[in-house]
């Protein structure tokens, strides 16, 4: 621990604006992403983007690393702390600024709940409309960091899609506003630039985020299918309709067991998996919209196709795709999602060798993912106290990234890069992507104080040769 720094954060804060008790920092010694840890040695606690702009501006003094965390729910360790790294939680910086209906916008501070925002506009019939599945604990900033998705994303768009303004701290510590409330403006679109970013440019300390009108109505159905290739192979056929549904999800047996053995709510529990599919729109096309997705599904062997009568059946159905993922703590000790997108005509293949995968090494795989666009979420169960498990599981990993990259697919879709996947950039990017990517990097962050570690594969020459099965990537398919 940097005494001296230390003594100038200390200055700059009240007392409980800064933790360095071992027993206070243990918390953030990780975020969803548990397979690593590593507490830092100083976390600090700031309210305003001015306390932020001279924590960055001290670190600078000191030539301490530092990194933004929000609420610690990201998936692939971009919050981790490497060595001698203060961490600056934004938690704090947790107000609704404005709300402009006429405009749809609002401006939230960064560490704002990502549903706090649709909770306080729903009186105005508006959303916001990325919704992940950590939609109730996940941040505003960490959001942005991610390019954070969700169920209804398939609509609506990622964070990317509705974010048009954001308050920034650059890796020097000057507080830059970036982007408009006006739609359109000529220029570089510099908002997407940190959007997605993992945090590695800066600190977003507020946004203006676009708000959407809430439709007028909605269909929920509830797919059944005996086997996994029929409900996969549903998937591309509602697309193929020309219905856009508002989310697309699938859910299987596996989860189907954890969600019902918590919950109760009459899933099968003798399928292999069920779609959940949601429009939402004008009241005057959704009878024929949910008539093409029925005959897709039943095309595809659905045994049932069910419609929610009211809100309450509604709440019902979604609760196992927003609480699904929860309910596997009580099959498993521990888990590791996976994030990579794949075309959606290689679902079904690509699902059957997943579970070839895992099975090989001893372990278990739940699926519950938005199928809507191929973005995959297999979930690997272990027990980190067995012996070799870990190993187990990061070798099944490793072979499912392959997997997906050998099927036209990419790394991620909304779970981020972080610690977990930055040995796979060489393999879903040529040399010359990634030479611009941190030549990008170098002039936002030159001395690579912001976040340090993430995202890339090491120095250039660490990079791992593209194997030949495997054609590099110009963009990643989010």
Same mark, same amino acid.
């Given at each position: 621990m940097n005494a001296e720094l230390l003594n100038e954060l200390t200055a700059l804060l009240p007392k409980d604006g800064i933790l360095t008790n071992p027993a206070e920092r243990l918390v953030y010694d990780c975020d969803a992403y548990t397979v690593e840890k590593s507490p830092p040695d100083i976390v600090v606690l700031p309210t305003t983007t001015a306390e932020v702009s001279a924590i960055v501006k001290a670190c600078n003094r000191h030539d301490t690393p530092f990194l933004a965390r929000g609420a610690g729910t990201g998936l692939s360790g971009g919050a981790i702390a490497l060595a001698d790294t203060v961490v600056i939680c934004l938690s704090r910086m947790n107000r609704i600024l404005g709300v402009d209906a006429h405009n749809?916008?609002?401006?939230?501070?960064?560490?704002?709940?990502?549903?706090?925002?649709?909770?306080?506009?729903?009186?105005? /019939?508006?959303?916001?409309?990325?919704?992940?599945?950590?939609?109730?604990?996940?941040?505003?900033?960490?959001?942005?960091?991610?390019?954070?998705?969700?169920?209804?994303?398939?609509?609506?768009?990622?964070?990317?899609?509705?974010? *048009?303004?954001?308050?920034?701290?650059?890796?020097?510590?000057? $507080? %830059?506003?970036?982007?408009?409330?006006?739609?359109?403006?000529?220029?570089?679109?510099?908002?997407?630039?940190?959007?997605?970013?993992?945090?590695?440019?800066?600190?977003?300390?507020?946004?203006?985020?676009?708000?959407?009108?809430?439709?007028?109505?909605? #269909?929920?159905?509830?797919?059944?299918?005996?086997?996994?290739?029929?409900?996969?192979?549903?998937?591309?056929?509602?697309? /193929?309709?020309?219905?856009?549904?508002?989310?697309?999800?699938? $859910?299987?047996?596996?989860?189907?067991?954890?969600?019902?053995?918590?919950?109760?709510?009459?899933?099968? *529990?003798?399928?292999?998996?069920?779609?959940?599919?949601?429009?939402?729109?004008?009241?005057?096309?959704?009878?024929?919209?949910?008539?093409?997705? #029925?005959?897709?599904?039943?095309?595809?062997?659905?045994?049932?196709?069910?419609?929610?009568?009211?809100?309450?059946?509604?709440?019902?159905?979604?609760?196992?795709?927003?609480?699904?993922?929860?309910?596997?703590?009580?099959?498993?000790?521990?888990?590791?999602?996976?994030?990579?997108?794949?075309?959606?005509?290689?679902?079904?293949? %690509?699902?059957?060798?997943?579970?070839?995968?895992?099975?090989?090494?001893?372990?278990?795989?739940?699926? $519950?993912?938005?199928?809507?666009?191929?973005?995959?979420?297999?979930?690997i169960l272990f027990d980190e106290r067995v012996p070799d498990e870990v190993e187990r599981m990061t070798a099944a990993n490793h072979e499912i990234v392959t997997l997906c990259l050998k099927m036209g697919g990419s790394l991620t879709g909304e779970h981020g890069i972080g610690l977990e996947k930055q040995d796979y950039m060489a393999l879903m990017f040529g040399e010359d992507d990634l030479d611009m990517m941190i030549r990008v990097h170098k002039a936002l962050d030159p001395d690579d104080l912001v976040n340090p570690g993430k995202f890339f594969p090491g120095s250039k020459k660490e990079f791992r040769e593209t194997p030949e099965s495997i054609t590099p990537r110009r963009t990643a398919l989010v």
């Open positions: 749809r916008t609002a401006r939230v501070q960064a560490g704002v709940v990502n549903n706090a925002v649709s909770r306080q506009v729903a009186s105005l /019939n508006l959303h916001f409309a990325p919704d992940p599945g950590s939609q109730t604990s996940s941040t505003i900033g960490g959001n942005i960091a991610e390019n954070a998705g969700g169920p209804h994303t398939l609509k609506y768009g990622v964070t990317t899609h509705n974010t *048009l303004a954001v308050q920034f701290v650059t890796s020097d510590g000057e $507080i %830059v506003e970036i982007g408009s409330d006006v739609e359109g403006l000529p220029g570089y679109d510099l908002v997407s630039l940190i959007c997605g970013s993992e945090g590695t440019f800066g600190i977003v300390t507020e946004a203006t985020v676009r708000l959407t009108p809430l439709p007028q109505s909605w #269909r929920t159905l509830l797919a059944v299918f005996n086997t996994l290739d029929d409900a996969t192979n549903a998937v591309s056929a509602i697309i /193929n309709e020309g219905v856009i549904p508002a989310a697309l999800e699938m $859910i299987d047996a596996t989860v189907l067991e954890s969600v019902e053995a918590a919950y109760n709510l009459g899933f099968p *529990l003798d399928a292999a998996a069920v779609l959940l599919v949601e429009i939402d729109g004008l009241d005057a096309g959704l009878d024929a919209a949910e008539a093409k997705c #029925r005959a897709a599904c039943q095309r595809h062997h659905a045994r049932s196709v069910e419609s929610a009568r009211d809100e309450e059946e509604r709440d019902a159905l979604w609760t196992a795709r927003r609480k699904g993922v929860g309910t596997l703590g009580r099959i498993a000790r521990s888990m590791v999602t996976q994030d990579c997108v794949i075309p959606r005509s290689r679902l079904p293949e %690509v699902l059957r060798e997943i579970g070839a995968i895992v099975s090989r090494y001893g372990l278990r795989v739940a699926n $519950i993912f938005h199928a809507g666009d191929g973005n995959l979420h297999p979930i």
